[in-house]
């Protein structure tokens, strides 16, 4: 079975932090480009984070530069996002998406060709 499962959000203060994970079975990160995105309620998705297949060039949202921080584990075949300095405007959900192979991070945020269901990061002020 095909799966991507991310995990690590919750209710937390404004200047806080949290790790998000997203563990694959049945597929693998290895040689993948991968991707963070969020949704707010009321918004669309946009990408926050990539990070391209060889860990090179990786790219942030402008909204969370210097605060969060993508990796990978190819080992565990896991996904990061580390987020410092929480603010309430990064309240939403938080998926973790998987790219093409040998790709490299852009502004097209994509093409993306498996997703997580979603993790909810809240924000308090």
């Known amino acids: 079975q095909v799966q991507m499962m991310e995990s690590g959000g ?7 932090s949290l790790r998000l994970s997203c563990t694959a079975s049945g597929l693998t990160f290895t040689n993948r480009a991968i ?15 990539c990070l391209s297949w060889d ?13 969060f921080t ?19 405007e990064d309240t939403a959900m938080y998926y973790c998406a998987r790219g093409t192979s ?3 991070c852009s502004g097209s ?3 993306v060709n498996a997703w997580g269901q979603g993790t909810q990061v809240t924000v308090s002020s």
């Not at 919750?10 to 806080?16: D, I, T």
């Not at 990796?71 to 580390?82: E, M």
């Open 109 to 111: 945020w994509g093409p």
């Open 102 to 104: 040998l790709a490299y």
């Open 35 to 49: 991707y963070w995105f969020r949704q707010a309620p009321g918004k669309e998705r946009e990408g926050v984070s």
């Open 10 to 16: 919750g209710l937390v203060q404004a200047g806080g």
């Open 55 to 67: 860990n090179s060039k990786p790219i942030y949202a402008d909204s969370v530069k210097g605060r």
């Open 70 to 88: 993508i990796s990978r584990d190819n080992a565990k075949n896991t996904l990061y996002l580390q987020m410092n300095s929480l603010k309430p």
